[in-house]
Every structure is written in structure tokens, then in C-alpha cells.
């Protein structure tokens, strides 16, 4: 059975900086495409980050665009997410997540591992 862990969030001022850490575990997603996502209160869960399972695909929405940072490190079964300039509007819980195909060209969050979240607070 497939364990998605996240942590790293916290609270901080806007123009600040977190890292988020999701480690797996029960067995390697070195070879699945994997996210990170966001949801805050009230509204939908949404894509802030995906990288492909080689590492070398990366996207970020506009929103997030040239803050965050997506990266992994598959012999530690870890993906990260670097953000910076947090805004207020980055407020939200933050869940990791990894398709279950593996080769996959991105996760559909449909059929993917989900972590239990993370919360990020940005204050003005």
C-alpha cells in the first residue's frame, strides 16, 4: 500500500519562503508522474505543480509560475515543492500526489496516491 507523507508547511509573511517534503512510501514512484496540489477553504482542489516521472517535464499555472519549484529525488522516494514570495492567496492545504500508471505523462488526479495535506498559512 502506497503512503504519501507530507510536511514542511507552516505559517509565514507574505514574501516568504517554505519547502514542502512528501516522502513515500510501500513502494518507488521513481517511475510515476507526481503533482502537488492545493486546496483552499471553500473552493476546488487545484494544480500548483507537476513534474514527469524522469524528472525532466515540469509545469507550473500562472499563479505560481517563477515562485515555485517542483523537484524530486527518487532514491529518496521524496518530491518537494520549493515556494517563494508567498502571497496570502498561497494560503491553502497543499497535498502531494502520484499516479498510479507509471510512465504516465501527468497525474490524474482521478487515479493517483494522495497524501493527507499540509497546511500553509501566508499572512499580509
Known amino acids: 500500500q502506497v503512503q504519501l507523507l507530507e510536511s514542511g508547511g507552516g505559517s509565514v509573511q507574505a514574501g516568504g519562503s517554505l519547502r514542502l517534503d512528501c516522502t513515500a512510501s510501500g513502494r518507488t514512484l521513481s517511475k510515476h508522474s507526481m503533482a502537488w496540489f492545493r486546496q483552499a477553504p471553500g473552493k476546488e482542489r487545484v494544480l500548483v505543480a507537476s513534474?514527469?516521472?524522469?524528472?525532466?517535464?515540469?509545469y507550473y499555472p500562472p499563479s505560481v509560475r517563477g515562485r515555485f519549484t517542483i523537484s524530486r529525488d527518487d532514491a529518496k522516494n521524496t518530491l518537494y515543492l520549493q515556494m517563494n514570495s508567498l502571497k496570502p492567496e498561497d494560503t491553502a492545504v497543499y497535498h502531494c500526489?502520484?499516479?498510479?500508471?507509471?510512465?504516465?505523462?501527468?497525474?490524474?488526479?482521478?487515479?493517483?496516491?494522495w497524501g493527507q495535506g499540509t497546511q500553509v498559512t501566508v499572512s499580509s
Open positions: 513534474i514527469s516521472w524522469s524528472g525532466g517535464i515540469t
Open positions: 500526489a502520484a499516479d498510479k500508471v507509471p510512465f504516465g505523462r501527468a497525474v490524474g488526479i482521478q487515479n493517483a496516491y
